[in-house]
């Protein structure tokens, strides 16, 4: 018999984009190629795709169908993969849900979902507990629990016993390309989460342009059939950036490391030959402390993949240091998320400031910088704007909040509100976040640029810049700084300012005239430096240990 | 300024997939690459940009609307590339003419295209003046002759000229994806040419599709961009396969070779450092001779994707042997074309076997082997039924011609009149065409088999073996020959074949009764055997020199 994923009859040569696409190739061209659990569990594509089949159909046992939402909570694993494929394929809509929220966020989250069906780690029992009663909507639980059958009542099963009940065999519909596929929330930093969404068409043009944008990368930089892949950016966040797709199109053996345990993630780096990963600076920085630490000097061949945040020189040249290849991406949970990737060629630029940029817009993005008034501002890398988008995997609004959806769209762009340069090449330098941007004795003053600088100084470890109220100057700058060792003082700071100061790189208002210092920054969510707390504490005057 | 392409602001996050986009990013991220045409003239893709947008405004100024049709006649060139652009973008529609056509089957060609415009090279003058008078509808014709104004009257300006009058400002309209972009005619073996069409869409799709595979291949099989680029196979024929569109928007350095003249290809790979190409088998037969009679050794690094014909084993390994590394692909002028690319990856099957077959369906593409009455046939590499096929850049109809449209999509799938095998990781083998297959003694017999067996002989040049009728046997298989030398006769190829049956891998009926000899066998206007006269030869007793 042909191993292949059924098709309708129905299809014709309406050809519809559906998620359906990515997997069914890949699955025949490497039925043998591995998907890694941990040092748990290892299974085939082949596996892989009788598990989809497997769980699509006990879903559709369990009453789910066209339009239905199934909820998923879990740390990455290959079951958050069969998911990815598994309810999408059945025209059901997957909401990946951020587990680090609050139980508030998490039941907010949920509700507005219209989830019937919730998928969870036994690590998230009682939180899940915790809400259950507050969302009568979900009929049904699915727990992870690895055939324990920890299960509490009729409405719950565990996610192996559920496969077990289910078809390796499953006929997927054919439907309209445009219907929604996968939600989640964004973790801005104001107000409630918002719900995006992407369409089963918009995941396979954002898989085929990334593809095509990655695998054509100089060696290196690069992601292709021959690489093994580790995600270091969470499922739940924008589909961990889609690489779990492009990974599965291309055939590539696959590595989840469920809950991001430095010691873990090293291992199965080391077992496994993990060789492409992706994640925020402070993931790459943890990865490298854990290194150091355990006094491992080597982490190569290891391409990583930074965004969420921008990539520091200082951690670009640490991770080289260690063999690993760094290079920035950027994206945005609205965005799909990949809109540029960093890019390297030796054409004259240094090979840290290349691979530290946005980078080049990958394959049918369209990129502008705009002022206040939506007028076009020039491509010189130095006048700057804010960062406007137009692709095909842009998401289309935020669920049922016209209001934002209508700011976000702003004259047919999608306003990104972070601050960009782009040069007359097309490359994107992102300059600062337009929340983060300081307005000191009327001149603008990056956040980003600053912390960069300061990161730059061998003992600082991590460092935020937030603009605090000042009479005199509107907005004054002033750095939280983690340092190393205790030489790290104010004046030092203050003195390596001077240096780019002098040298002409940074301006004389820019250097802040407090600079405090604390054990570590807040983080959000998803790993980025919580600014906003920080505001809030320095305007409050609640500053942590003073310099 | 921003260097980029003008785009009109009625465009929202209603995303077309249109031409355009292929090439916006990469003239921007290279904007200093460059475009060569033979040995006569450079140009960057910062004045392809320029001259896109000449033409577009140019042809604006002669009336040239959304709709309307404009037909090129030229070798392969730097301005063919332009108007892979410039056209489509203008919401017209690119007619390719084939001009090894008679001048009959050209002007069923444009007149069926509805072409207004024609843009030809000086070397086709002659023939336009013969079909001039019968195509009424024609009101523009547009010389190529590097300035010379040779233009005939007021309805006809020279291409250079042209460009001249227009504006290197153009702002390209946006309009919905599934408008056609591109035309032209099948070059079949039986009655009038077919008209095939392909959108914007399916253009966007082909290129992001095609480069995900190519990109992601193993080293020496890939296409990435740090590497040069040639066609060798005219840009007439589906868009030279789609790799123009793929070199441009990764920003590869392009090589034009014009008319196809050994010693300029040879020439222009050595000075430009080609290291991709795509031909049928003749022409890197021709090439291989070529580099031997002029003693030249090694051609590499040269990657050479293989297609319209079957990529013979001992072609194969004449081109390794010259250090260039060729591989097949699979396609049809009606499949847009890519279908599949062959990829060895040392996984037990040999590096010929793995490079010769039609290889791994591309991102996107369902393939399937059917029977008679559309039963799906088992995937074991060694059951054979018809290949049918699945994928968003497939034609949907042949313009004009339901019958034969229907006939193309019986059961909702492209049929592509090939036999082939699948194995059960989905890698495709063709075996024979349908029209070619040889039924003796009640047995199928492949021609495409016998021919790669006999071409495995050294005395063989060339090879074709067609189906006589038969009274006894219904048909038998007759070879045609040609031979490098002297020593070559019926009773060698026949002992060469019996090794092969004694072997057990070569079925006894199938070995020719007649074995015939030639100078040369008659080729078709793309460069394949055309058995179609062979057959009428034979059948009519008129053989060519006998053995």
Request: hydrophobic letters at 40%; one cysteine or more.
């Amino acid at each position: 018999m042909p191993v292949q994923l059924a098709v309708s009859a129905a299809e014709t040569h309406t050809y519809q984009l559906l998620v359906h696409h990515i997997l069914e190739g890949a699955v025949l061209a490497a039925p043998e190629q591995e998907i890694v659990y941990r040092d748990r569990h290892r299974q085939t594509y082949r596996q892989l795709r009788d598990r989809v089949n497997r769980l699509a159909s006990a879903l559709t046992s369990l009453g789910v169908s066209e339009g239905d939402t199934v909820a998923m909570m879990d740390w990455d694993s290959h079951r958050y993969l069969e998911t990815y494929f598994a309810v999408p394929m059945m025209g059901a809509v997957l909401q990946t849900v951020n587990f680090r929220l609050s139980a508030e966020q998490l039941i907010y989250c949920v509700r507005s979902s219209n989830a019937s069906v919730l998928i969870f780690h036994r690590d998230f029992a009682a939180v899940v507990d915790a809400i259950r009663p507050h969302l009568p909507e979900l009929r049904q639980f699915i727990l992870i629990a690895d055939h324990n059958d920890l299960a509490s009542g009729p409405t719950e099963i565990e996610y192996e016993t559920l496969l077990t009940s289910g078809s390796p065999q499953f006929s997927f519909p054919v439907f309209d390309e445009n219907a929604v596929a996968t939600t989640f929330h964004t973790t801005g930093t104001t107000g409630n989460p918002k719900a995006v969404s992407f369409s089963h068409r918009q995941l396979v043009l954002h898989t085929l342009a990334v593809t095509a944008a990655l695998a054509s990368q100089p060696d290196g930089q690069a992601l292709r059939r021959d690489d093994v892949y580790m995600p270091l950016t969470p499922m739940f966040h924008v589909h961990a950036w889609g690489i779990p797709y492009i990974a599965t199109m291309l055939g590539i053996k696959q590595v989840y490391p469920g809950r991001y345990e430095p010691e873990m993630l090293l291992g199965l780096r080391q077992s496994e030959k993990v060789s492409f990963s992706h994640c925020v600076p402070t993931v790459l920085q943890m990865i490298l402390s854990a290194a150091e630490s355990k006094g491992i000097v080597g982490l190569g061949p290891w391409t990583m993949l930074i965004g969420g945040s921008a990539l520091p020189r200082s951690l670009q040249s640490a991770a080289e240091s260690s063999c690993l290849s760094a290079l920035a991406g950027y994206g945005m949970s609205e965005s799909g998320p990949a809109i540029a990737i960093a890019r390297y060629v030796g054409d004259g630029l240094d090979r840290a400031t290349a691979l530290c940029r946005a980078g080049y817009p990958i394959p049918l993005v369209q990129a502008q910088i705009v002022g206040d008034d939506m007028q076009v501002l020039p491509w010189d890398d130095k006048v700057q704007g804010e960062l406007v988008l137009r692709a095909p995997w842009l998401t289309a609004s935020y669920c049922g909040d016209l209001e934002a959806s209508q700011s976000l769209w702003r004259g047919g762009w999608l306003h990104t509100q972070d601050i960009a340069s782009i040069d007359s090449n097309g490359a994107v330098t992102i300059r600062d976040r337009i929340k983060d941007v300081i307005k000191s004795g009327g001149e603008w003053v990056s956040s980003t640029q600053l912390e960069e600088l300061i990161l730059q100084h061998p003992g600082v470890r991590d460092v935020a810049v937030v603009g605090v109220a000042d009479q005199k100057w509107g907005e004054r700058p002033v750095a939280i700084v983690v340092g190393k060792n205790e030489f790290i003082d104010q004046s030092v700071v203050k003195e390596h300012l001077q240096h780019f100061v002098d040298a002409g790189n940074l301006n004389r208002i820019a250097v802040p005239a407090e600079i405090l210092f604390t054990e570590s920054l807040p983080k959000t969510s998803v790993g980025k430096t919580d600014k906003k707390q920080l505001r809030e504490r320095l305007n409050d005057g609640i500053s942590s240990t003073d310099a």
